[in-house]
């Protein structure tokens, strides 16, 4: 199975800090890329979806390096609010128009902000 | 517009008994996956459906589990002979097809899980 690798942390940051973690994947031919974020016993939410250009919503920052595999979430700022689980979402398979292609999930960075 | 649909919210079944969870994808998905999350632990993939097919069930243990994603209806996860180690938070999430050269927009949505303990 295709496989996407996250350091589970925790990362322990004090508030208003900055706090990058990176996701590692190991099929080339992955489509496409997201970060979703996991509060505690809740269901996992879309944080938002990683462009071969890089993007940015707000204090969050996503980019690709397709070269070396890999995506990486940088938050800016940090709030006590950001304090979750990070997870790392990639989909696979090569275009085929509608094939079987699907997600693969990491098993999440666990990010804890602190007063 | 109904996000993805997941019941019982909670489950209590004794070991030896069946438990059957049932996942509504949101409307316009026809891609639905099931995770299980066990305390303190990440999502763990089990299978992966597309209408009356089953398209990877890698993550599924050999035995006591089935998964279909009839025509019509919802998903179902059917845990036969439950045992302590069952209990977990099971979570579906529903995405579109991906067709054409537009594959934005595929991301996959979650239902709120199904959290069964057996007793």
């Known amino acids: 199975r295709k496989e996407v690798e996250q350091d589970p942390g925790p990362f322990n940051v004090p508030e208003g800090a900055t706090v990058a973690f990176n996701c590692t994947y190991s099929?080339?031919?992955?489509?496409?890329f997201f970060w979703y974020r996991q509060d505690c016993r809740k269901e996992p939410k879309l944080l938002m979806s990683?462009?071969?250009s890089g993007n940015e919503d707000g204090r969050f920052t996503a980019q690709l390096n397709r070269a070396s595999q890999y995506i990486s979430l940088l938050i800016r700022d940090s709030k006590l609010s950001d304090s979750a689980t990070y997870l790392c979402?990639?989909?696979?398979?090569?275009?085929?128009?509608?094939?079987?292609?699907?997600?693969?999930f990491g098993k999440g960075t666990h990010l804890i902000i602190q007063p | 517009n109904a996000g993805v649909m997941q019941n019982p919210r909670h489950l209590v079944r004794r070991r030896g008994q069946e438990a059957r969870l049932r996942c509504s994808p949101m409307?316009?998905?026809?891609?639905v996956y099931w995770y299980r999350q066990l305390p303190e632990e990440g999502l763990k993939f089990m299978v992966y459906?597309?209408?009356?097919?089953?398209?990877?069930e890698s993550g599924m243990p050999k035995e006591r589990f089935s998964a279909e994603f009839p025509k019509e209806g919802p998903s179902i996860l059917r845990i036969q002979q439950v045992v302590r180690g069952d209990s977990a938070a099971y979570f579906c999430?529903?995405?579109?097809?991906?067709?054409?050269?537009?594959?934005?927009?595929?991301?996959?949505?979650f239902g709120q899980g199904t959290r069964l303990t057996v007793v």
């Open positions: 999430a529903s995405s579109r097809i991906r067709e054409g050269i537009n594959r934005d927009n595929t991301e996959a949505f």
């Open positions: 099929n080339s031919a992955s489509q496409s």
């Open positions: 990683v462009y071969s």
């Open positions: 979402v990639v989909a696979w398979g090569p275009y085929s128009g509608g094939g079987a292609d699907g997600l693969t």
């Open positions: 409307k316009g998905h026809s891609h």
């Open positions: 459906l597309q209408k009356e097919n089953i398209i990877d």
